[in-house]
């Protein structure tokens, strides 16, 4: 551009900017903002969160802090966008309170945040094991009028697991469907988790069936997530806990094992559930022929075939 006498645009700094910090560059960045500075072209809002991200996420939040201190000296007004990065920031370098602190600066100045950095927060007062700091913040959110996501919930519902405080999970979780807040896959995989860590088997199992019977499938990332993990310990301690899974659950879990390829006790669970007397379904069929399939089996998936139109003849 030098050579063609052609000046660079603030676009075109903060197009460069935002390549370099995307490609963990954060010290060409920082040599391309001095550049741009020698040159009297003046950053905007948007240089400033560039940067302030790129420095947050490679773990200088401390030079983070002061580049926002710069905007206000060079008179540019911090973006939303720009606040978010910061607080995302400090909370994940575990200085909640700053980010907390910098939270009241911004309503002082009257700047409403999103639904990014208020989970944000959530998260980093969590991770701390700040449970009721969370909760209370939550709170102030929702008593200003906003409407919390599904998230934030998550955040905190997730340290109160941590916490092994299950009874302030759950009655956090029953306050979303009074919020007209329908729990996804994430926050279902992460309640059944503690109750099945607390030993609380039939609620893990009721709620189990409660999430197929909204519609929230369990998949592959959920299984990933330790659902997988917590099905086969609901299925080792059914016996124990005189707690026996009806054909909704024994499908689940043969779901979770067929899409981790994990047949050989997908056909476990299968046996058992008709050695206790637990016909199994045409869903709880498919769902094991369709493993079957998958896993390249079609012989047996054939046989499975079979077995099912002759136990629909034999069933009382």
Do not use: W
């Not at 773990?59 to 000296?73: N, Q, V």
């Not at 945040?113 to 959530?122: G, I, S, T």
């Not at 981790?260 to 050695?275: D, Q, T």
């Not at 206790?276 to 069929?285: A, D, I, K």
């Amino acid at each position: 551009m030098k050579e063609f006498d052609c000046k660079p645009n603030l676009f075109t700094y903060n197009m460069v900017l935002h390549m370099t910090v995307c490609k963990d560059a954060i010290l060409l960045a920082l040599a391309v903002y001095n550049v741009m500075l020698k040159l009297n072209s003046m950053p905007n809002s948007s240089t400033f969160s560039i940067l302030i991200d790129g420095l947050c996420k490679s773990g200088r939040t401390h030079d983070a802090l002061k580049l926002f201190d710069e905007m206000s000296e060079r008179g540019v007004l911090p973006s939303k966008i720009t606040y978010t990065v910061i607080l995302s920031g400090l909370c994940q370098a575990k200085r909640a309170d700053d980010a907390h602190r910098l939270l009241s600066v911004m309503k002082s100045r009257g700047c409403m945040l999103d639904f990014v950095a208020y989970n944000a927060l959530l998260n980093g007062f969590c991770k701390l094991g700040r449970i009721n700091e969370a909760q209370a913040l939550l709170r102030s959110f929702e008593n200003e009028g906003y409407l919390v996501d599904i998230k934030g919930y998550t955040c905190l519902i997730d340290g109160f697991v941590r916490t092994k405080r299950i009874d302030e999970a759950q009655s956090v979780f029953r306050s979303l469907f009074e919020n007209n807040v329908v729990p996804d896959v994430v926050l279902y995989t992460t309640m059944i988790r503690g109750l099945s860590g607390a030993g609380r088997v039939k609620e893990a199992l009721s709620l189990l069936r409660d999430m197929t019977g909204r519609g929230v499938q369990p998949d592959t990332q959920c299984y990933n997530m330790g659902l997988l993990d917590q099905a086969r310990s609901l299925q080792l301690e059914i016996s124990e806990n005189d707690c026996f899974p009806d054909n909704c659950t024994y499908s689940i879990l043969i779901c979770g094992m067929c899409r981790n390829g994990l047949m050989e006790e997908a056909r476990h669970i299968f046996n058992e559930m008709e050695k206790l007397g637990c016909f199994p379904s045409v869903v709880t069929f498919n769902t094991l022929i369709d493993g079957l399939c998958k896993a390249g089996e079609l012989e047996e998936a054939r046989l499975m075939f079979y077995k099912m139109e002759i136990d629909r003849f034999r069933r009382p």
